[in-house]
């Protein structure tokens, strides 16, 4: 079914077609600051930021990389990953959070998604206890956009906060210093609990020679200053010399190797297995028209092990599919949208949310929801206080929570669905995802309604309809994936075959955790 905007078809392209666009998205992302500064970078001995991760994890394991498209289209599409690279990796056995800056990207300096990313992966850390290893080369704040990166809560001194305070809770922070790394890029290796510098490169100065040379006239250069040597010979501000950047990553992963139990995944507790029906046949089975109707069952078929979905409650508000299966061995409840939801859909979801918590069974949640059933008949079944029940069950769940945008998140039902306010361990989007209070469509009858009934009746019918194509195209921009992806409202874009590893890989870090068993009774709501 095609689309209409101003009497104009637009027809989405197929998922196909998207998976092509997001891995030229990817890939132009991947090259950072470009040819000109890799050349750069690596006249001076120096590895780009990608393959120093690729030297430090274990052979053959994956790398869960966040947020790869911070920053998309911001800045004149200037800094590609918000110039650092985020995600989860194993060292030695052990799943660490590598949170690594880009020097090819402004010196490795913080814009506001920077930040964004930078705070996002720590928090990931911290609930997840893993070890976090910074690989350092940065700027500090990007001065332009200061009054964006440094003086809020969120923004750069909240990096240091969570450093100190995941020290003190026993999560080891550790970084390896590969470049200049000034004023707020200082404190990242200052409140380290291990520091290594390499040698000839690695410097540390709470202010380079330029604010030296400012405040106090002195001119100094930036080795003597706050070189490698310097720190660990003299000041004791880093812990280890090493004389190149491949023998840093070595010593890296001598530390993480004597670091004991911490970041050792749990197994799951029954062995993976593939879907019988073919992932690969998501792309033909998802239609990016999200008005064009399909049954989410043929997803989960394709993303759970064997293909085994038990339903729970099929029969009973059957716009929400619920039900449990396994994720490469880990067991999980799924909440999948069929359609609109209505009080029946979400007081069962209540039900299902309440199951699982006391069954302690992680919980994921596929969204693809244009909201909430309205009008009289809804209203006066109480769509409200039941819509409330679905928002208070996932706020209060205490198993992991994890969402992915297979579709449309609109409205309540992004928070019935657990939204990013709902706090999943990670919310993942599909190219084809649209998120906004409401659709384009809706959003432009919305407001020109409201401007028709404020003028009463007396309004300039060419100027509504130039408030009607307005908020489309606001909200058409707005709802974009890519949109939202450079924003940080979600942890990346992935492709719809790639679901089932990703999540998997979620899973396996929670899968140890000490959970809250305390006795919770099952409410029927
Ligand atoms: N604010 C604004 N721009 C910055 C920046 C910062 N903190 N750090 C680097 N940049 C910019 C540079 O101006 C340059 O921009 P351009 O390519 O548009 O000309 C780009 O990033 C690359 O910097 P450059 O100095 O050429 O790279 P380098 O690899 O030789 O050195 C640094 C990297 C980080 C050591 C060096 O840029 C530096 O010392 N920056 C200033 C650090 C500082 O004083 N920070 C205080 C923040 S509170």
Not at 87 to 99: D, H, K, N, Q, T
Not at 141 to 161: K, S
Not at 229 to 254: F, Q
Request: with cysteine; charged share 20%.
């Amino acid at each position: 079914m095609a689309r209409t905007d101003q009497g104009i078809s637009i027809t989405p392209p197929p998922l196909a077609a998207m998976i092509e666009t997001l891995r030229g998205h990817h890939a132009l992302a991947a090259t950072g600051g470009g040819e000109k500064l890799r050349a750069r970078h690596e006249s001076r001995g120096k590895i780009m930021v990608r393959e120093r991760i690729d030297l430090l994890l274990d052979p053959q394991t994956p790398f869960l990389e966040l947020s790869p498209l911070a920053a998309h289209g911001l800045y004149g599409n200037e800094v590609p990953g918000a110039g650092i690279v985020t995600g989860i990796g194993i060292v030695e056995g052990r799943a660490c959070m590598l949170i690594a800056n880009d020097a090819t990207v402004k010196g490795g300096s913080f814009f506001a998604e920077t930040v964004k990313k930078h705070l996002r992966a720590q928090e990931i850390a911290e609930e997840h206890r893993l070890p976090c290893l910074y690989l350092v080369d940065c700027g500090g704040a990007f001065l332009p956009e200061q009054d964006r990166v440094f003086p809020d809560r969120d923004h750069f001194g909240g990096t240091f906060y969570n450093q100190c305070r995941m020290s003190a809770a026993g999560i080891p922070q550790i970084s390896l210093v590969f470049g200049g790394c000034t004023a707020g890029g200082a404190y990242i290796p200052a409140l380290s609990d291990q520091v290594i510098m390499v040698k000839g490169t690695g410097r540390i100065h709470l202010g380079g020679p330029p604010i030296v040379k400012a405040a106090i006239h002195e001119i100094v250069d930036g080795e003597t200053l706050g070189g490698a040597e310097m720190h660990t010979l003299v000041s004791g501000v880093s812990d280890h010399l090493v004389e190149n950047e491949m023998e840093g990553l070595a010593k890296l992963r001598e530390i993480v190797g004597a670091l004991g139990e911490i970041g050792k995944v749990t197994a799951p507790p029954r062995p993976a297995t593939p879907p019988k029906l073919d992932p690969a046949e998501l792309v033909d089975i998802v239609p990016t028209d999200l008005r064009r109707p399909y049954d989410v069952r043929e997803v989960i078929a394709r993303m759970v092990d064997d293909s085994a979905f038990s339903a729970f409650k099929p029969d009973y508000g059957a716009t929400l599919v619920t039900g449990f299966a396994h994720i490469h061995g880990y067991p999980v409840g799924i909440l999948a949208n069929n359609g609109v939801l209505f009080s029946e859909a979400a007081v069962k979801g209540a039900h299902f949310i309440e199951l699982c918590d006391q069954r302690q069974i992680p919980l994921i949640f596929l969204q693809n929801i244009t909201g909430f059933m309205v009008g009289t008949e809804a209203e006066r079944g109480g769509i409200a206080k039941h819509s409330a029940k679905l928002v208070y069950a996932v706020s209060n769940a205490r198993v992991p929570k994890y969402t992915v945008l297979i579709g449309g998140s609109y409205g309540a039902g992004n928070y019935g669905m657990c939204g990013r306010g709902f706090r999943p361990r990670f919310l993942f989007s599909w190219p084809n995802a649209r998120i906004a209070t409401m659709s384009p469509e809706v959003a432009a009858t919305v407001v020109t309604e409201l401007r028709r009934q404020s003028l009463k009746g007396a309004g300039d019918e060419a100027a509504i309809a130039e408030l009607d194509r307005r908020t489309r195209a606001q909200f058409e921009e707005q709802s974009d994936p890519y949109y939202a992806t450079a924003r940080l409202w979600d942890d990346g874009i992935i492709e719809p075959t790639q679901t089932r590893d990703v999540l998997g890989l979620c899973l396996a870090l929670s899968a140890g955790e000490a959970r809250d068993t305390g006795p919770r009774p099952v409410y029927r709501m």
